[in-house]
C-alpha cells in the first residue's frame, strides 16, 4: 500500500526545475506532500483531493491524476532551501491510514 | 499559532522495558496519528486515532503498541517491552478533520533502546 516515489534523489542547482513523482496501486482520496528536513518533522506542503486538480503556491505546485493514481510536484526555480526530502502521502479513505510513500531527496547546490 | 508538542523530545531506554511517549495535539482537533521513523528511513504509519478508538493501525502496531487520550488533551502511545529495532524517532500528528485536513507533525520523540 506504500505508494512509490521517483527519483529516489535529485541534485539540482539554484535556479534549476525538479519534479517528483508518487504513484499508488490504490485508488486514492488524496494525496499530501511532505518536505522534511534532517532531523525535523514533516512539513505539510499542499493536499490535492480526487478530481485531479492542480495546486500551487509560488514556485511548488502539484497535481493529482486520479485515474493513473499518480501524483507529481513540480518545483520551479529552485532555492537553497527546497534542499531536504520530500514525501507524498495518500490516502485511500478519510482519517484512517495514512501511507508516506518512499521519499526522495533533493539538494540544491548554489 | 498552536502546535503540537510532544514529551521528551529524547527517551533511553533498556531493552524490555516500558515506555510512554506524550504529545499534546492541537486543541480542536480530532483525528490523531503516530507515525515512526527509523534513522535514515521512510515515515511509517502506525495507528489512527479518533472518537476515543482506534481507527486503523498498520502492521506494525502489533500487542506490544497502544494508544490513549487519557485526559482529553494528551495522547499517548505506550509501547510494553522495548526491543532494539524500535529505536527511532516517533511523531505525533493531529487533524481538525479528515476532509482535506492537513496533518500538523510534531517535533518528534527520539527513541533509542539499548
Known amino acids: 500500500q506504500q505508494p512509490v516515489q521517483s527519483p529516489q534523489a535529485v541534485i539540482l542547482r539554484e535556479g534549476e526545475d525538479a519534479v517528483i513523482n508518487c504513484s499508488s496501486s490504490k485508488a486514492l482520496y488524496s494525496v499530501h506532500w511532505y518536505r522534511q528536513k534532517h532531523g525535523e518533522a514533516p512539513v505539510f506542503l499542499m493536499i490535492l483531493l480526487k478530481g485531479g486538480e492542480q495546486k500551487g503556491h509560488e514556485k511548488i505546485s502539484a497535481s493529482f491524476n486520479e485515474k493513473k493514481q499518480q501524483s507529481s510536484l513540480y518545483l520551479t526555480a529552485s532555492q537553497l532551501s527546497y534542499s531536504g526530502t520530500y514525501f507524498c502521502g495518500t490516502e485511500v479513505n478519510t482519517g484512517n491510514q495514512f501511507y508516506f510513500g518512499t521519499g526522495t531527496s533533493l539538494t540544491v547546490i548554489p | 499559532e498552536p502546535e503540537v508538542t510532544q514529551t521528551p523530545s529524547h527517551q533511553v531506554t533498556q531493552m524490555g522495558q516500558e515506555v510512554i511517549l506524550r504529545c499534546v495535539p492541537i486543541?480542536?482537533?480530532?483525528?490523531f496519528y503516530w507515525y515512526r521513523q527509523i534513522l535514515g528511513q521512510k515515515v511509517e504509519f502506525l495507528v489512527s486515532f479518533y472518537n476515543n478508538e482506534i481507527s486503523e493501525k498498520s502492521e506494525i502496531f502489533d500487542d506490544q503498541f497502544s494508544v490513549e487520550r487519557p485526559d482529553g488533551s494528551n495522547f499517548t502511545l505506550k509501547i510494553r517491552s522495548t526491543k532494539l529495532e524500535d529505536s527511532a524517532m516517533y511523531f505525533c500528528?493531529?487533524?481538525?478533520?479528515?476532509?482535506?485536513?492537513?496533518?500538523?507533525f510534531g517535533p518528534g520523540t527520539r527513541l533509542t533502546v539499548t
Open positions: 486543541s480542536n482537533h480530532l483525528y
Open positions: 500528528a493531529s487533524r481538525p478533520t479528515a476532509l482535506a485536513g492537513e496533518q500538523y
